[in-house]
């Protein structure tokens, strides 16, 4: 067996003399994010978060685990950026509960609320549901309400702001539709809360429950579980490679070597 060759190029930090400089702290602490991501269990089910995405045949990569291209995994930025959600979504339930709302994340045994429907292949888990007020004083807002809440950017918090997570998110209120529609909350509006993650400012907005677009996903959902078992691919959302949508599609690679 030939010996093995040294990386010579430039950048790759060899030094003919010296040991090979040791990984960077940042270095370390990414690839413990990947490593983490890889342990992670593929879920199994359509999720109900996801039905609004505009294109179905990328709805169906992901449902059926399809693997992504080559170099279009998660970077450890964007599983940074996942996690931040999290955990501003647990800051955001504190201070509900400090302004004096009843607001319920978890069953008793800790787990998170949600539905299955479809033979449990369609399915959903809430961020919360808020059922008045802890003291059972008067409560400013409709109850019993779903609660959604994201962490956006300035350019994105302040879009949704101006224009309602109707239009600026349709995912998101697709997703807010669908939660409505299967925990039977559809009585009050829903709260949508947004964090701005530059300045820390609340975006709180009432959704009142669309039943025509809750229908709609629910028909989204089931036409991606019927093309899967008949084993028949859903047609792209472009004409070209360059829409939008598809230039930071994941499968984007795969897609256009695929018949329409």
């Known amino acids: 067996m030939g010996a093995a060759l040294i990386d010579l190029n430039s950048g790759s930090g060899f030094v003919p003399g010296q040991a090979p400089a040791p990984p960077s702290l940042n270095?370390?602490?990414?690839?413990?994010?990947r490593r983490r991501a890889e342990r992670e269990q593929r879920r199994t089910y359509l999720g109900g978060s996801r039905l609004g995405v505009e294109c179905l045949r990328a709805l169906q990569f992901e449902f059926t685990?399809?693997?992504?291209?080559?170099?279009?995994?998660?970077?450890?930025?964007?599983?940074?950026?996942?996690?931040?959600?999290?955990?501003?979504?647990?800051?955001?339930?504190?201070?509900?509960?400090?302004?004096?709302?009843?607001?319920?994340?978890?069953?008793?045994?800790?787990?998170?609320?949600?539905?299955?429907?479809?033979?449990?292949?369609?399915?959903?888990?809430?961020?919360?549901?808020?059922?008045?007020?802890a003291d059972g004083s008067p409560c400013p807002i409709a109850t019993p309400a779903l609660w959604e809440c994201k962490a956006l950017n300035n350019k994105s918090w302040q879009d949704t702001r101006k224009k309602g997570v109707t239009i600026s998110k349709p995912v998101y209120a697709g997703q807010i539709a669908t939660y409505q529609a299967y925990m039977e909350l559809t009585d009050a509006p829903a709260i949508f809360t947004a964090i701005n993650s530059d300045t820390m400012e609340i975006l709180v907005e009432e959704v009142p429950f669309d039943p025509a677009l809750a229908q709609r996903m629910t028909d989204r959902g089931v036409q991606v579980l019927e093309a899967t078992d008949a084993n028949e691919l859903l047609p792209r959302i472009a004409?070209?490679?360059?829409?939008?949508?598809?230039?930071?599609?994941?499968?984007?690679?795969?897609?256009?070597?695929?018949?329409?």
């Open 239 to 260: 004409l070209s490679r360059d829409h939008f949508g598809c230039r930071f599609c994941s499968w984007q690679d795969r897609c256009w070597r695929l018949p329409a």
């Open 27 to 33: 270095d370390l602490i990414d690839a413990g994010l």
């Open 65 to 133: 685990g399809t693997p992504v291209d080559p170099g279009r995994e998660f970077s450890a930025q964007i599983l940074r950026v996942f996690e931040r959600g999290h955990r501003f979504e647990d800051m955001m339930a504190g201070w509900l509960r400090l302004a004096g709302l009843d607001l319920r994340t978890e069953r008793a045994d800790g787990r998170q609320f949600g539905f299955r429907t479809a033979g449990s292949r369609i399915a959903g888990h809430i961020d919360g549901v808020i059922v008045g007020m």
